[in-house]
């Protein structure tokens, strides 16, 4: 069974920084695409970032060059850094993780963790 558990939200003022850590457990190590996702009050699920078993990484446009996703394979743990982050930056954040490593977007093949939530003031 797949288990994520995302920590490392919070508030900020515009500018700031925070890192997101995501620990999964139960998937297949072996292929795999992890995603951080988000979601704003009234808005839809995008995708922020994503990383597969080979290491390829993806990111939404508007995240380009601020944020950075990695992953440290022995801690089985996904990291969002996060900088120069934006009042529009303000979301849930989600990790999710997937058997398809061409990572679609959207699929309903991801399983979720809980979200944890960033709050980015002007």
């Known amino acids: 069974q797949v288990q994520l558990m995302e920590s490392g939200g919070g508030s900020v003022q515009a500018g700031g920084s925070l890192r997101l850590s995501c620990v999964a457990s139960?998937?297949?190590?072996?292929?795999?695409?992890m995603v951080w996702f988000r979601q704003a009050p009234g808005k839809e699920r995008e995708g922020v970032a994503t990383?597969?078993?080979?290491?390829?990484?993806t990111y939404r446009a508007s995240v380009k060059g601020r944020f950075t996703i990695s992953q440290d394979n022995a801690k089985n743990t996904l990291y969002l850094q996060m900088d120069s982050l934006k009042p529009e930056d303000t979301a849930l954040y989600y990790c999710a993780v997937t058997e398809d490593w061409t990572c679609p977007l959207p699929s309903a093949s991801y399983s979720w963790g809980q979200g944890t939530q960033v709050t980015v003031s002007s």
């Open positions: 990383i597969n078993h080979n290491g390829a990484i």
């Open positions: 139960g998937y297949n190590q072996k292929s795999y695409c």
